[in-house]
């Protein structure tokens, strides 16, 4: 495959990878990113080796908690989804976006509404799946998305986020900062022709609540610059997501294409163009820090149910093993992120966004202060306004009409807006329609994703301002001439009115640059070791923290550099004599000290530094210190047993379990972190540390037991064996007393007893099963002492895989004879 690469026509261009610009205040790094539910090995390395480093792994919130759990519970969540995902970032480096999405019917104060769930039980949720990522992936988590779509495909009231998403959002990005304040909380998706949902949740006062701007720019093809009557020109449409930010005093807040995709009437060429035009359209922007293509990974196109991808996996594409083929598309992202491997954002380059009108159009009596003049099925209300000293007041049942019709440029960009109080006594039977009728061709412009126009009692002041795109038609039939309407609809329409003000259509220009400046952090602070400032008796591996700061808002931490030496003069000039941690990207404000042994009675100097979103780099912090205290290496090891017996006698096992007891004086090494054991034919070669039969070398293990694993042992021969046992730091204890063990004349090993309690997903005997890969469990017994499992990891016991989870093992394999789950837990040999 990798010979049949091509560059087609013009849409690359290949060039040394790119710099950023001298005097640049911002860069974007890692900005290729995909969606995908799945994650064979094959696909994600080959997503590395094309620099799509960042995943948006979906979390349904009602999957993985179905009932309603503790956040540190340690059982009864499904993770299997998450883990996936994580499993795939451990393997790559990758990072990860959680998408949470959906609510379970538990949580939910409405059966079947998504978002009336308890924002209390959602905060609780968020804290116990970033847990769990940091058990599972530590630092592999980046950014939480609060909501996916919810916004978009749920009932009308739930379409409206003062309702129920505020609060939601306002609970999610608490339990996100409290988790940890770096990680990034990006809010549910702004639909293509959903700009709106941005706005209000600006008029709502959550601008403080994400840190980045979410959009899903869905279209067939991201050239066109109408589809279905909406605009869906992709610059144009990315470029109005940022001027509403502009509009709301939020200039500086990136973007991120958080879903798009190619997959309807496409070959793999046309999708190949239509990808590279959404990559370099988005890098020219300047503001558009991420795109996220969806899917990355999916199954191949003849029987998938998605041809988006860039990877085809040529089976099941939750098989971590299945075989994976890159498609046309994805050579192109390669050779793309090889000439950009960064995103210039301070310098953006000239938008290719649709043009915009030559003026405003002039709208008689727009904000009503004339009377009703204008304006057909209006009464005035002089009590209720919300600028000026009138407003439009209709009925529920009634519609309010321009009587004159509204003169624009043809094949120009406008932006129409205006102000609405809606009151209805039945909420959710009630909204505002407000289409746009064009002179001389058929049919009205509805104003895209606003079936969410509902009470606004929940806005300030009781107004919420509708805003959108209008592009007008080209066509020779149409006038130029247009006539607004506002009418309600709804069966809640007869006990309830609306107000309409300030109605304006502007010319929409959007082709002014957007860059995203950016000032560095300060440098780091209130540096501390194992929690103390400046400790003069550290235990254990020092652990050093401090206090990030940008003066940016929404600006986080993404790398740091710490540098330790026992010379002062050395730190103060940047130099870590002892170790030097390389740049590290992570969202932490910590690290464990992994340099050389702390020497007891040693003074370490030590300094941080950081780095943000963008590339900007803080200058040193201050010199912190620390000294160590002294650490005792463990004491001989004692206890020593052989199959739970002291140096017994016709030993039959062909595996008999070693163990002992682990000494150490200094309480932060009450348990080890590894062990050596010796096993010879001669007491004197024990003694002396040389294992003439068995020497298992070095093992890093918390465990004080392990099976023999040399050569078979011979019939009636004795055996000495020593141990000796490592502490945290990575001190050796002296070697233990020589213990010793006989063979029996006859080794034997007796056969396993025949399995029994047989289950199926659990169950004895089940009726029916609907899993379509149900996990079949029994259990394990051997008459043979110190006989746990006959199998290592990795081999078959007839046909079922073993698998070793957290030094336990267990034997498991679905009907789908390729994908394992974990079944009967059995103990390890040596435990």
């Known amino acids: 495959m990798r010979n049949t690469r091509k560059t087609f026509g013009g849409m690359l261009a290949i060039a040394a990878a790119a710099t950023i610009a001298a005097g640049a205040v911002a860069a974007f790094r890692h900005p290729y990113g995909m969606n995908a539910w799945d994650y064979p090995d094959q696909g994600v390395d080959l997503l590395k080796e094309a620099r799509i480093t960042r995943y948006r792994n979906f979390t349904s919130w009602g999957d993985a908690e179905p009932r309603d759990l503790a956040p540190d519970s340690s059982s009864g969540y499904n993770w299997w989804h998450n883990n996936q995902a994580l499993a795939a970032c451990a393997r790559t480096g990758a990072k990860l976006s959680m998408s949470v999405w959906g609510s379970p019917a538990w949580a939910q104060s409405q059966p079947g509404i998504r978002l009336s769930c308890s924002p209390v039980k959602y905060a609780e949720f968020i804290t116990a799946m970033l847990r769990h990522a940091d058990a599972v992936a530590p630092d592999a988590v980046e950014s939480v998305d609060l909501g996916n779509e919810d916004l978009i495909w749920e009932t009308t009231l739930e379409r409206d986020p003062s309702w129920y998403y505020a609060d939601i959002l ?62 869906s020109h992709y610059p144009t449409v990315m470029r109005y997501i940022k001027y509403i930010a502009e509009q709301n005093g939020d200039p500086f807040k990136p973007v991120w294409n958080t879903e798009y995709a190619y997959k309807v009437d496409v070959d793999e060429v046309t999708k190949t163009d239509r990808l590279w035009y959404t990559l370099e359209q988005s890098r020219r922007l300047g503001f558009v820090e991420k795109a996220f293509m969806y899917p990355g990974i999916t199954g191949y196109q003849n029987y998938s149910y998605d041809i988006g991808g860039l990877i085809y996996a040529m089976g099941q594409p939750w098989n971590p093993s299945v075989p994976c083929v890159p498609t046309t598309a994805y050579f192109m992202y390669e050779e793309y992120s090889g000439s950009h491997p960064l995103w210039d954002s301070a310098s953006p380059e000239p938008a290719d966004v649709l043009p915009p009108a030559s003026a405003d159009a002039f709208i008689p009596n727009a904000g009503f202060e004339n009377g009703a003049a204008g304006w057909t099925g209006a009464t005035v209300d002089l009590t209720v306004s919300r600028s000026g000293a009138a407003s439009g007041r209709a009925p529920g049942t009634g519609a309010v009409t321009s009587a004159q019709k509204i003169t624009l440029e043809k094949g120009r960009l406008y932006e129409v807006a205006f102000w609405t109080k809606i009151s209805a006594t039945d909420p959710k039977n009630f909204r505002l329609e407000c289409p746009i009728i064009p002179e001389g061709i058929p049919g009205w412009h509805w104003p895209p994703m606003y079936d969410g126009l509902v009470d606004t009692r929940r806005y300030p002041g009781g107004w919420r301002r509708v805003r959108y795109m209008l592009f007008t038609s ?120 992994t340099g050389p042994a702390p020497a007891p009675g040693y003074t370490y100097f030590w300094r941080v530094m950081t780095q943000d979103w963008f590339c900007a780099v803080s200058s040193w912090s201050a010199v912190a210190h620390f000294s160590a205290t002294r650490n005792h290496p463990p004491a001989s090891p004692g206890d020593l047993r052989c199959d739970g017996a002291t140096d017994p006698a016709g030993m039959s096992s062909p595996q008999p379990v070693l163990s002992w007891t682990h000494h150490d004086s200094d309480p932060w090494d009450a348990i080890p972190s590894g062990f050596r054991l010796f096993v010879a034919t001669a007491p004197t070669d024990a003694a002396a540390g040389n294992g003439t039969v068995w020497d298992s070398g070095l093992v890093h293990s918390s465990q004080t037991a392990a099976a023999y694993g040399g050569p078979a042992l ?14 945290t730091i990575g001190a050796l204890s002296p070697l233990s007393p020589v213990g010793v063990f006989s063979m029996a004349q006859h080794i034997t090993n007796m056969p396993p007893d025949a399995p029994h309690s047989l289950t199926c997903d659990g169950t004895a005997f089940p009726g029916s099963v609907t899993s379509t890969a149900p996990l079949l469990g029994w259990i394990f017994s051997d008459p043979d002492s110190g006989d746990r499992l006959d199998r290592l990891p990795g081999r078959q016991v007839g046909r079922l895989q073993v698998v070793e989870v957290h030094d336990r093992y267990a034997v498991a394999r679905s009907l789908t004879q390729s994908a394992y789950q974990v079944g009967q837990f059995l103990e390890p040999l040596g435990n």
């Open 170 to 231: 306002r609970a999610g990005h608490a339990a996100v900062k409290a988790h940890n304040p770096n990680i990034l909380v990006i809010p549910a998706c702004v639909w293509q022709d959903a700009a709106h949902l941005l706005d209000e949740m600006y008029q709502l006062g959550l601008k403080e609540c994400f840190d980045r701007i979410s959009i899903h720019p869905y279209s067939t093809d991201p050239r066109a610059p109408v589809e279905n009557g909406r605009v």
């Open 474 to 593: 080209s066509a020779p039939a149409f006038t130029g001439k247009v006539t607004l309407r506002f009418n309600g609809t709804g069966s809640g329409a007869g006990t309830s009115v609306f107000w309409i003000d300030d109605i304006s259509i502007r010319k929409l220009d959007l082709t002014v640059p957007a860059p995203v400046a950016n000032l560095p952090p300060v440098p780091p602070t209130d540096l501390r070791c194992n929690g103390q400032a400046n400790p003069d008796s550290v235990t254990g591996i020092p652990v050093l923290a401090w206090r990030f700061w940008d003066p940016d808002p929404y600006d986080s931490q993404s790398a740091y550099r710490i540098i330790v030496s026992t010379n002062p003069s050395d730190a103060a000039a940047g130099v870590g004599s002892t170790w030097d941690s390389g740049w590290r990207e992570s969202l932490r404000s910590s690290a464990a000290y």
């Open 714 to 727: 011979v019939p009636g021969a004795t055996y000495y064996w020593t141990v000796c046992s490592r502490d």
